[in-house]
């Protein structure tokens, strides 16, 4: 158990809808990051965030945002979901900004249909 | 923004055989990480590599990490089916990358 919670584990929803994924950081931890992963895919990294500032963007869409709250939780949101849009989606905390070791959730695997 | 490649892409080997996988970079990396990543699951720390032609071992697996630190290798004595996975490098510590890498990963999977 790394310490990072992801709620839904599962989400089934059509496309053109709209869904948020929520990602609660390990104890202490100040950054979090959100990655995409597709079948038969690396991590793709979406985007990060630290003490509730964005820190770094990769490669997300316009309809994909993100925020993380004063408590330090944080949220992906995404809408006008397309089929392209199945994957597993992995939140990660670490205790800094830089690039370090990072602790991952169990994911939230979205099927859109 | 640093690339870094791994290969072999795909690896398929029986049970008892030993293999080797690859993380490249043309920049040189302050430190690495290797993760590795269950199916169904996330990423989970294996092992960093700090120092230049530095060697370090975790049970069957051996992590080297090039002397210029451009390059690290993964190998693995009597590959078991509990090692099959997605093995990702990636840089570790204060980078002046403005996003964060991982490599695309070696799927290995051992057949019983």
């Known amino acids: 158990d790394s310490g990072v919670t992801q709620t839904p584990k599962h989400l089934i929803t059509a496309t053109g809808q709209r869904v948020t994924l929520r990602c609660s950081p390990r104890s202490g931890d100040l950054s979090v990051y959100w990655y995409q992963q597709s079948l038969d895919q690396g991590l793709q990294f979406l985007i990060q965030?630290?003490?509730?500032?964005?820190?770094a963007k990769g490669n997300i869409l316009e309809r994909f945002s993100a925020q993380q709250f004063p408590d330090l939780h944080s949220e992906l949101n995404l809408s006008s979901l397309e089929l392209g849009d199945s994957a597993l989606y992995f939140c990660?905390?670490?205790?800094?900004?830089?690039?370090?070791?990072?602790?991952f959730g169990p994911g939230t695997r979205l099927l859109v249909l | 923004t640093q690339l870094l490649e791994q290969s072999p892409q795909f690896l398929s080997i029986q049970e008892g055989e030993n293999l080797t996988v690859y993380c490249n970079s043309s920049s040189v990396f302050s430190s690495l990480q290797w993760y590795r990543q269950e199916p169904g699951e996330g990423p989970v720390l294996l092992v960093t590599?700090?120092?230049?032609?530095e060697v370090k071992k975790l049970k069957r697996l051996t992590f080297q990490f090039g002397d210029a630190r451009k390059d690290s290798s993964l190998h693995i004595t009597a590959a078991q089916p509990g090692d099959t996975g997605l093995y990702l490098c990636a840089p570790w510590g204060k980078t002046s990358y403005d996003k964060v890498i991982f490599g695309p990963g070696t799927s290995l999977s051992v057949i019983p």
């Open positions: 990660a905390s670490s205790v800094t900004s830089y690039q370090e070791t990072q602790y």
């Open positions: 590599v700090v120092t230049g032609g």
């Open positions: 965030y630290y003490n509730g500032e964005e820190r």
